[in-house]
């Protein structure tokens, strides 16, 4: 069984947030390009006693896939 890099994850997830928040402070130029993913209501479930509400949504925009991209590279020079 292969073991979870966590340094990866964490920088893949600080790239998405970075690129994120890059693309709303430019918010108009190419870099707030994207797609949004996932669920567009979210679905309950009503068990009577229990109401549990799954959704999930993805805003994939330029800045983002750039700051992926900027992670990768990052982590090629720590590890």
Request: hydrophobic residues 60%; contains cysteine.
């Amino acid at each position: 069984m292969k073991r979870v890099n966590w340094l990866l994850v964490c920088l893949v997830l600080i790239g998405f947030v970075l690129g994120t928040v890059l693309a709303q402070v430019f918010s108009g130029t190419f870099l707030n390009y994207g797609q949004v993913f996932g669920l567009t209501n979210p679905v309950e479930l009503d068990m009577g006693f229990l109401v549990l509400t799954f959704g999930l949504k993805f805003h994939i925009t330029i800045a983002g896939i750039l700051g992926v991209i900027l992670a990768f590279i990052v982590y090629r020079f720590v590890r």
